[in-house]
């Protein structure tokens, strides 16, 4: 890992159909980095639940699991932990999962909970399975509830049509923010290719992109800081950032 630097803290808000405000952490991409900073500014924050949005370990050989177990610990213990998986923690095995499971954070592979007003659930992020997620999606939209999906790569809101879906919140990570971003515009993001449009920010009031905590390749991040987004779900009628 490349260190996490610089941590810009993100304030956005959506509305959804709840009757009170829910403030969420959405923390992404840590990739097994240090996590102390990232977890002081969650705490600073003062979230209502966490969202992991995936990639928060690379796998559990030494080395690529104890930072995010860390602070996935560290989350549950004090916080209502939602985890959806990446596409570097998809290989992970039903032992892993197990592990995962031990630290109190809820892990959501093709399903959802219920949470107070909201209905929290997750995709998986490879090709393969594509499928599989549309029948999950099918099922997910059937509940009752403020549906909030953690998605992990933001291009399937367009190539996989999830925003043709009734989920009125969607949070995804995956794009480190496009790496680099001279002026604010994005020059590269995996499944987008050059200049990619999901980054980062809230697309059309619903998909909220974090540019996530670290960096696994090793083309630095330029004019593009660590990023831990907190989310507001307001209310609708509320101003959307």
């Known amino acids: 890992m490349f260190g996490i630097g610089k941590l810009d803290i993100t304030e956005y808000t959506v509305t959804a159909p709840v009757t009170k405000p829910v403030r969420c952490a959405l923390v992404t991409d840590l990739h097994n980095d240090r996590w102390e ?3 002081e500014a969650i705490k600073q924050a003062g979230p ?17 699991h104890e930072e995010g177990l860390a602070v996935l610990s560290a989350c549950a213990e004090h916080y209502p932990t939602f985890y959806g998986l990446g596409d570097h923690d998809r290989f992970l095995d039903d ?3 197990a592990v995962i499971r031990e630290t109190g954070a809820k892990l959501l ?8 007003e909201l209905v929290i659930g997750a995709v998986r992020s490879t090709a393969e399975d594509l499928e599989d997620n549309a029948v999950f999606l099918e099922r997910f939209c059937r509940a009752e509830g403020c549906r909030v999906l953690l998605c992990h790569r933001p291009e399937w809101y367009i190539k996989q049509h ?9 949070v995804s990570g995956h794009a480190h923010g496009g790496q ?11 499944g987008q290719g050059i200049f990619p449009k999901y980054t980062a920010g809230v697309h059309e ?6 540019r996530g905590i670290s960096n696994q390749v090793r083309l630095p991040r330029f004019w593009n800081p660590p990023e831990l987004v907190m989310l507001t779900i307001a209310p609708d009628g509320t101003r959307t950032s």
Request: zero cysteines; hydrophobic letters at 40%; proline letters at 9%.
């Open 37 to 39: 900073r990232v977890y």
């Open 162 to 170: 999830y925003r043709d879906y009734p989920i009125p919140v969607i």
């Open 95 to 97: 032992a892993a999962f």
């Open 205 to 210: 009031g619903r998909l909220v992109i974090s």
């Open 180 to 190: 680099m971003r001279p002026f604010g515009i994005a020059l590269y993001s995996p």
């Open 109 to 116: 592979i093709n399903d959802y909970i219920h949470y107070g």
């Open 48 to 64: 209502d639940i966490i969202l992991i949005g995936g990639d928060l370990i690379e796998d559990m050989e030494p080395g690529g």
